[in-house]
């Protein structure tokens, strides 16, 4: 190594020949051609922080079993491990430039990796960076392992860190939605299906569906991620565990979960974890149905509020924003609409990850860096979205109740009810004289004395009509 101080640059060599690197950087020559042969989306690694955390503590968890097992002295362990806590910490994270979507697997993350964990423990011994002789990249960082371990079950250890705050989110939202089917317990309303009027039902009840319809999908995703506890480190290149020595593996893997404190275990066969990334497929399918499920609940927040004064009008949602710049006092559900755009883009990138995985060929899936990077994504913006969704709008909605009443009273669905007392034949002909009349259900069974005035507000009771316990 021989730094130029008139072009304050470093000379580092590799198979392809010297380049000179910036002497301030922490990376290193890989870094370096993987910068400039990727230049795909703007984004660099870097901009994802649970997976440069998670880089630096499967590093860390390697350099403890190397020094257990006699392979790597006190000295540089000690440096290697502590490069890797200030990493994932948080610190240098701005060197890690390659960009989201590369070739080869993800050897350049771990290269990128590799050479910042090294140069920035070279500083710790004393050294300067690029003086690779006093510790190395390769011999030293990377000792025992390869890309196709260290890779994978990093993106596994950044896949649980970036559930964690979804998981919340989630848990956030139901909540909002449990707190409304509280509030509207008793407000009566029409149910629809098929956007025709029903049977009666509460405004309670609609909301708490969506209350439980999202801890469904909440306990859905943590059993996903169960799967992507299983790693493979110690597989090396492509399961065999070749340069790893015996008991490395249950070592790193020991020393990644004291780190991480997630339940991780070692594949049984991982020569079929090295090329299998089907537990990414399974969580991405998963975050999927929480996409779906979620714009739906949109779907229908935006129906219940339409108009004020031609649409449903059921529900008020909060005004956030003016909602045209032509039209004055529109407001529109600018808080639904951006959640159903998450939802579109989760279910992209579930087509996205369903293609990489199907394209792995042989002992290794080449499309992890993709697989990751639309997985935070889905994770990031499902987590924002969930939140935005009840912070700016589920917690402050309210409830047209005079009206929801008045459509109670007014609808023929009402008939449903008294089907049981009246027959289905007189049940039908009274709500058809009700639809070509205009009159009400109730005006038309007294008028015909089909029903006493007693027996007809035991049967239209609020409580009885949605079955809600007293």
């Not at 989306?41 to 440069?52: A, D, E, Y």
């Not at 999927?288 to 649409?311: E, Q």
Request: proline share 4%.
């Amino acid at each position: 190594m021989s730094i130029s101080t008139q072009a304050a640059t470093r000379l580092e060599h590799d198979l392809i020949g010297d380049r000179d690197v910036p002497a301030e950087a922490y990376w290193g020559v890989h870094t370096l051609r993987a910068s400039e042969n990727f230049h795909i989306t703007g984004q660099q690694v870097g901009s994802n922080p649970h997976l440069i955390r998670a880089l630096a503590l499967v590093k860390q968890a390697a350099a403890r079993a190397n020094r257990e097992l006699g392979l790597l002295d006190a000295t540089r362990a000690e440096a290697i491990d502590a490069a890797c806590t200030e990493i994932a910490g948080g610190a240098l994270h701005d060197q890690f430039i390659v960009d989201v979507l590369q070739g080869g697997a993800g050897t350049s993350t771990n290269m990128n990796a590799n050479e910042v964990i090294a140069n920035r423990a070279l500083e710790i011994l004393g050294h300067a960076r690029g003086d690779y002789q006093h510790l190395h990249p390769n011999d030293h960082v990377n000792l025992s392992q390869s890309t196709n371990d260290v890779y994978p079950t990093a993106v596994n250890v950044a896949t649980s860190f970036t559930a964690a705050p979804l998981l919340a989110a989630i848990e956030e939202l139901e909540t909002a939605f449990q707190a409304k089917a509280s509030q509207f317990r008793t407000v009566v309303k029409m149910g629809r299906t098929q956007l025709q009027d029903a049977v009666p039902m509460t405004l309670g009840q609609e909301f708490g569906t969506y209350a439980v319809t999202i801890r469904e999908d909440h306990d859905r995703l943590a059993e996903s991620l169960e799967l992507v506890h299983e790693i493979n480190l110690g597989a090396t290149a492509i399961g065999t565990s070749l340069n790893a020595p015996d008991g490395y593996t249950e070592a790193a893997c020991r020393h990644l979960v004291e780190l991480t404190g997630l339940p991780l275990t070692t594949s049984p066969d991982l020569i079929e974890a090295t090329q299998d990334v089907g537990a990414f497929v399974h969580l991405s399918g998963v975050l999927k149905r929480v996409a779906v499920k979620l714009s739906k609940i949109c779907n229908d927040l935006r129906l219940l509020s339409s108009g004020p004064r031609v649409g449903f009008n059921e529900i008020n949602l909060p005004a956030v924003q003016a909602g045209s710049s032509i039209m004055p006092g529109k407001v529109n559900p600018v808080i639904p609409e951006v959640v159903n755009q998450v939802a579109y883009q989760v279910v992209g990138h579930d087509v996205t990850i369903s293609m990489a995985a199907e394209s792995g060929q042989l002992q290794l899936n080449a499309f992890e860096p993709v697989i990751v990077h639309s997985l935070s994504m889905s994770m990031r913006h499902l987590e924002a979205g969930c939140l935005t969704l009840a912070r700016n709008c589920v917690t402050g909605i309210t409830a047209n109740e005079e009206l929801l009443r008045a459509n109670v009273e007014n609808s023929i669905g009402l008939v449903t009810a008294l089907t049981p007392q009246l027959g289905y034949a007189t049940s039908t002909a009274i709500a058809m004289e009700a639809l070509h009349s205009g009159r009400g259900i109730a005006e038309l069974v007294l008028e015909q004395n089909l029903l006493s005035r007693t027996e007809l507000e035991e049967l239209l009771r609020p409580a009885r009509l949605a079955n809600l316990s007293e």
